[in-house]
């Protein structure tokens, strides 16, 4: 081969590379597009463009019955699944040069708020020392629906199998039967890489955080394992986030319409992120419009940034505080911030990953005022969306002055209880715990956990020969079992036998006769 045939192959061959190269696309995004009111963009029509390749798209609200949500005011939105070797600015600009486009932003990200407690946080049994439990003293007279968007939950759990929402409408059987767009959502639904078509109505939970947070709001009192702030709500799971945690807005917004169409009450987002996408904020606007309220968490960054949807104005913010009633040191603060309440709880888990554990986190104490708004709802048809903000601030320490680092801070439960004249100290003996004066004090037990068949309980009576009866209960009150004794003055110890309970947080509670006053203790079965 002679001098000009070899140059002319390494010409060839590089001109082949350099096209090869410049249509080698280096990564995939999803854009959310925004289309003008008059638009007739087809994007699936699109030719191949030099700059980009759409290899998906997906109108969020298609011209089809989803009950409200074709009549709802939305703007013209499609989600792009686009491969492209230009930075996420160009291409966005690329697309927004086209007619019909009003503009482009990206699907953002979100994030969970929990993370794993430490080896002690068994000792932090923050429900009962935030008082969160007292408010089962409201009698629930109607069953409120609480949409978790999150994870989903393990539908087989013990404690929550019974607490799921029901569409009547809807029957398994591969159709639309309620023609809300959604396929056999009898429990609920997950979008996961929607763009791509993963949706369905399994909401199994292979994360873990929702779960989690079910438990802290319903879980059933059934005798086993734990017990919710509102045992009698029901919850509707909607899955955004996969197994390795995590979700793009346009599912959520689509789970936050579906959600207010489908009859919920409450609406728990126990994460967010610190930009929001036009469609988020346009599904929590539409939320605030239909009368259901949405909880945020503020965020675990330790940070006074904005975090969203717990920043947007119609979302109610929530922080940690720790057992001091201090802001914790992992909890967001600032504007975005309206109440905040402890986060260190035990609760259920999927029941392959040990059925229960402890998580911490703003989106725990999320799910605590879910619960606690629940149950106020539950009590009244007359707490409201549009008074239950002018209730809680009623009730929370700094009224209408909110901080910068406690919003208007933790809401007290007796405060609330006292709105409808109800002491919560005559419903369950834990609330007329006195171990420091009277007949008994200094009363303790150990161990606590306790990982064995039983526990003994030492406290110090003030003279010899009293009467007293030591006896256990369920979180609700209900007696499981007693015996009586004889007081010796000074230190006293009695055994009590948990080998026939199941694990879970229980009650129990010295008297003596004659006397009205009850002292209490906890301990928690941890197996």
């Not at 990564?27 to 759409?54: G, H, M, Q, W």
């Not at 725990?364 to 239950?388: E, F, K, P, Y």
Request: proline share 2%; charged share 20%.
């Amino acid at each position: 081969m002679n001098i000009k045939s070899i140059k002319f192959w390494l010409i060839t061959l590089m001109a082949l590379v350099s096209c090869v190269s410049s249509t080698v696309m280096a990564a995939e995004y999803e854009l959310l597009v925004y289309k003008s009111p008059v638009s007739k963009l087809n994007l699936n029509k699109l030719t191949l463009s030099d700059e980009y390749r759409i290899i998906n798209t997906k109108n969020l609200f298609p011209n089809k019955s989803r009950l409200s949500l074709a009549k709802a005011n939305i703007t013209q939105t499609e989600l792009l699944l686009v491969e492209s070797d230009q930075s996420l600015e160009a291409l966005m600009a690329s697309i927004e040069r086209l007619d019909g486009v009003s503009h482009v932003e990206p699907n953002y990200p979100l994030e969970l708020y929990a993370d794993y407690s430490d080896p002690d946080s068994y000792k932090q049994l923050n429900l009962i020392k935030s008082n969160a439990l007292k408010l089962w003293a409201l009698e629930a007279n109607r069953q409120v629906v609480v949409a978790i968007i999150d994870t989903g939950i393990d539908t087989s759990h013990p404690d929550l199998a019974d607490a799921l929402y029901v569409n009547t409408n809807e029957s398994l059987d591969g159709s639309d039967n309620d023609a809300n767009g959604y396929t056999d959502d009898i429990n609920g639904y997950t979008w996961l890489n929607w763009v791509s078509g993963v949706d369905h109505a399994d909401v199994y939970d292979d994360h873990g955080h929702g779960t989690h947070l079910a438990g802290i709001i319903a879980a059933r009192d059934n005798n086993d394992g734990v017990t919710g702030i509102n045992p009698d709500a029901l919850i509707m799971p909607l899955k955004i986030f996969n197994s390795a945690g995590k979700a793009k807005q346009a599912e959520a917004a689509l789970a936050v319409r579906y959600a207010v169409d489908q009859g919920a009450d409450i609406i728990n987002c126990s994460w967010g992120y610190a930009y929001i996408s036009t469609v988020l904020d346009e599904a929590l606007s539409y939320a605030a419009d239909n009368g259901v309220i949405v909880l945020a968490a503020v965020g675990n960054a330790s940070r006074s940034w904005g975090y969203f949807p717990a920043a947007h104005d119609d979302v109610i913010g929530i922080g940690s505080i720790d057992e001091n009633g201090d802001l914790t040191e992992y909890s967001n603060y600032g504007s975005a911030l309206d109440y905040v309440i402890e986060g260190d709880i035990y609760s259920t888990l999927p029941l392959n990953k040990e059925g229960y554990g402890y998580l911490r986190g703003t989106s725990q104490s999320t799910a605590v005022m879910s619960g606690l708004m629940s149950r106020l709802m539950a009590h009244s048809t007359a707490v409201t969306a549009s008074n239950i903000n002018g209730l809680l601030r009623s009730a929370a320490p700094f009224g209408t002055d909110k901080q910068l680092s406690l919003g208007y801070g933790e809401v007290s439960i007796d405060a609330l209880l006292a709105e409808y004249n109800i002491d919560a100290s005559e419903e369950i003996y834990i609330f007329s715990d006195d171990t420091q004066n009277g007949e008994i004090n200094s009363l303790l037990n150990a161990p606590n956990p306790v990982q064995g068949n039983s526990t003994t309980v030492y406290f110090n009576a003030q003279e010899s020969g009293m009467q007293a009866t030591l006896s256990l209960f369920s979180m609700n009150g209900v007696l499981l079992s007693e015996s009586s004794f004889s007081t010796e003055e000074g230190v006293n110890e009695q055994s009590l036998d948990l080998s026939d309970l199941n694990n879970g947080l229980y009650l129990y509670a010295i008297t003596v006769e004659g006397s009205s006053a009850a002292y209490t203790g906890k301990c928690m079965i941890l197996r």
